[in-house]
């Protein structure tokens, strides 16, 4: 008579371990974002040091360099100085904790990545940072400039236009952190090419999708809806989308990375 062997029953798996597994990363996406927050909050503190420095005199420095010569800004209503230059202050925090934030970021999701991927994300993380402080400063250098002096230019012949510190500052703080973001894009485009997400080929193929998309947010994103403000966002945009194929071309191939890991 011929035995069967039944195979022994499979344990259900333990919901506490697959709970305490959650919680765990929970518990470290809170702990790097306290690290972010915290990078954010000595940015501040360093921002607004230096904002209110000299009586303010950071924020005479950036209305004399991006502005018309002879224009003064108003406040019309109380603490309008006060509170705008800790926007400014927020903004210079986020700038120099913009590292820290990448950093946290990228450490809460490499974990979960493979060892080809790790290796793209640790190669790329440098050119991040270069890629938003060359931002910044072409915002400081063209695109706040222009846009200031067309805006604070247009019909001053004929009225007195003093803006308010409020849409001084915010404008500024606004189209300066814009520039820095947008500079990531080529890193972006490069990134998701060599990590396998998407084909330079489909890039390149859609590359008048990709010219409408990037003049749809550029309308979105610029203080006014005249064609100069407009332009001076959507240039650089397509010209930084276009860098990204660029770079693409030298990425190192799919199967020559797998192997070598």
Same mark, same amino acid.
């Given at each position: 008579?011929? @035995?069967? *062997? @039944?195979?022994?029953?499979?344990?259900?798996?333990?919901?506490?371990?697959?709970?305490?597994?959650?919680?765990? *990363?929970?518990?470290?996406?809170?702990?790097?974002?306290?690290?972010?927050?915290?990078?954010?909050?000595?940015?501040?503190?360093?921002?607004?040091?230096?904002?209110?420095?000299? %009586?303010?005199?950071?924020?005479?420095?950036?209305?004399?360099?991006?502005?018309?010569?002879?224009? %003064?800004?108003?406040?019309?209503?109380?603490?309008?100085?006060?509170?705008?230059?800790?926007?400014?202050?927020?903004?210079?925090?986020?700038?120099?904790?913009?590292?820290?934030?990448?950093?946290?970021?990228?450490?809460?999701?490499?974990?979960?990545?493979?060892?080809?991927?790790?290796?793209?994300?640790?190669?790329?993380?440098?050119?991040?940072?270069?890629?938003?402080?060359?931002?910044?400063?072409?915002?400081?250098?063209?695109?706040?400039?222009?846009?200031?002096?067309?805006?604070?230019?247009?019909?001053?012949?004929?009225?007195?236009?003093?803006?308010?510190?409020?849409?001084?500052?915010?404008?500024?703080?606004?189209?300066?952190?814009?520039?820095?973001?947008?500079?990531?894009?080529?890193?972006?485009?490069?990134?998701?090419?060599?990590?396998?997400?998407?084909?330079?080929?489909?890039?390149?193929?859609?590359?008048?999708?990709?010219?409408?998309?990037? @003049?749809?947010?550029?309308?979105?994103?610029?203080?006014?809806?005249?064609?100069? %403000?407009?332009?001076?966002?959507?240039?650089?945009?397509?010209?930084?989308?276009?860098?990204?194929?660029?770079?693409?071309?030298?990425?190192?191939?799919?199967?020559?990375?797998?192997?070598?890991?």
């Amino acid at each position: 008579m011929q @035995t069967t *062997h @039944t195979p022994p029953a499979q344990t259900a798996p333990d919901d506490d371990s697959t709970a305490m597994s959650w919680l765990e *990363h929970l518990i470290e996406l809170r702990d790097r974002m306290m690290k972010a927050g915290l990078a954010v909050v000595i940015g501040l503190v360093v921002g607004f040091i230096l904002v209110r420095y000299d %009586n303010y005199l950071f924020i005479e420095l950036i209305k004399d360099y991006q502005t018309p010569p002879g224009t %003064n800004l108003q406040a019309v209503a109380p603490a309008e100085v006060f509170t705008n230059a800790i926007k400014v202050a927020l903004g210079l925090g986020l700038a120099l904790a913009m590292p820290v934030i990448v950093y946290q970021l990228l450490a809460f999701i490499v974990p979960g990545l493979t060892t080809r991927e790790r290796r793209i994300i640790f190669a790329v993380l440098p050119f991040i940072t270069l890629c938003f402080v060359s931002g910044l400063a072409f915002g400081w250098f063209v695109t706040v400039p222009a846009a200031l002096n067309f805006l604070l230019s247009e019909g001053a012949g004929r009225f007195r236009i003093e803006p308010t510190v409020e849409f001084f500052l915010s404008l500024f703080t606004r189209l300066m952190l814009l520039n820095g973001v947008l500079f990531e894009m080529p890193v972006v485009v490069y990134s998701l090419i060599w990590l396998g997400a998407v084909e330079r080929k489909t890039l390149a193929k859609y590359r008048r999708y990709s010219i409408l998309v990037i @003049t749809v947010i550029a309308a979105i994103v610029t203080p006014t809806s005249d064609p100069i %403000n407009l332009a001076l966002v959507a240039v650089p945009m397509y010209l930084l989308y276009e860098l990204g194929l660029l770079l693409a071309l030298i990425a190192p191939r799919r199967k020559t990375i797998v192997a070598g890991s």
